[in-house]
C-alpha cells in the first residue's frame, strides 16, 4: 500500500462527500481511505457508509478532536506514507500520485505539504519560515534542518513509520496548533519539511467551523498557539512573547473603540475588537 488518507469530518457532509470523490478519482497509486467522524450531527457517518463503502469510517460518539481522530486511524494505517486531509478539500487527479513520488525521491523530507488553491483558483498561502512566536522564540529551538517550518494542515503527507515513531499528533491539541507541533517535532528529529509544488489541492477553508462565533474560533487558535509556546519555549520567552501581544491588543483595543462610532458598517471592527479582547483576556495568565 503506497498511501493512506485519512479525513476527520465534523458537520462537512457535503464537502466530505465532494472531497471523497475526488480522491477516488484518477488517483494512479495504491491507497486506502479513512473517514474519522468526530460525533457530527448533519448524518455525516451515515451517508459516508452509504455512498462510500469501500471507506473505512470510524464513527465517534463525540468528538474528540482533530489531532486524537486522526491518531485512531494511524494505528490502523497499511499504507508506506499517510496523507492527512481536510473535508474542506479536493484533491486534483494525480496529486496522491505526485506527493508519494515527492516523498519517495526526497528521503530527508519527513513531512510536506502540496500547493494549496481558493475556490477562486487564486494561491492560498500554504507555506511558512517561522513558528508562532519565532521572533523572541528562535534561540529556544536551535538549529534545525531545512528552511521551511511547517505547511499548512489542510493537507499533508508525511511518512507513516516516522509518524509512528512520533506518536502522531499531540493530543493536546484539540484543534489548531497541532500542524505546527508536529512539523517542528519532525524537523527536531532530523528531517525537513518540503513542498510539492506539482501536486494541487483545492481548499474552502474554516467550513468545519462554520457555526462558531469567530470570536470562539480566535480563542480556539489563540489557546492552540500558547499550548505551543508551552511545549517548545523556556517560561521567560513565553512571559517575553505575551506581555508583546497583549501591549499590542491593548492598543489595538484602545484605537478600534475610539474609530467605531465613526464608523457607518462596524461589522469587520467589531471582529477585529473581538479578536484582540481575546488575545488580551487569555495572555493573562502568562506574564505574571
Known sequence: ?????????????????????????????????????????????????????????????????????????????????????????????????????????????GLAGPKVLNPDGTRQDSVSYRYPGHRRGAAD??????????????????????????????????????????CLRIRKRGFEIGFIDDAVILHHGGQSERETLPAEVVRKKFRGELLFYKKHYRPETIRRICQKQRRRALWRIFFIRLQIPMMSDKTEALRKLAKYQVIYQETARHIK
Open 141 to 182: 529551538l536551535g538549529s534545525l534542518p531545512g528552511s521551511i517550518a511547517c505547511v499548512l494542515g489542510a493537507c499533508q503527507i508525511a511518512s507513516a513509520s516516522l509518524l509512528r515513531e512520533l506518536g502522531g499528533f499531540d493530543e493536546d491539541f484539540f484543534l489548531y496548533g497541532e500542524d505546527q507541533d508536529l
Open 1 to 109: 500500500m503506497d498511501i493512506s488518507v485519512i479525513i476527520v469530518s465534523y458537520n462537512t457532509a457535503d464537502l466530505t462527500v465532494a472531497c471523497l470523490e475526488s480522491v477516488f478519482a484518477s488517483q494512479r497509486i495504491s491507497y486506502e481511505v479513512f473517514v474519522v467522524d468526530n460525533a457530527s450531527k448533519d448524518r455525516s457517518a451515515e451517508i459516508i457508509r452509504e455512498k462510500f463503502p469501500e471507506v473505512r469510517l470510524i464513527a465517534n460518539e463525540t468528538n474528540r478532536g482533530f489531532g486524537t481522530a486522526n491518531n485512531q486511524a494511524l494505528r490502523e494505517c497499511m499504507g508506506r506514507h499517510v496523507v492527512f486531509l481536510n473535508p474542506d478539500t479536493t484533491v486534483e487527479p494525480e496529486s496522491l500520485f505526485t506527493m508519494a513520488a515527492f516523498m519517495d525521491e526526497h528521503p530527508k523530507v
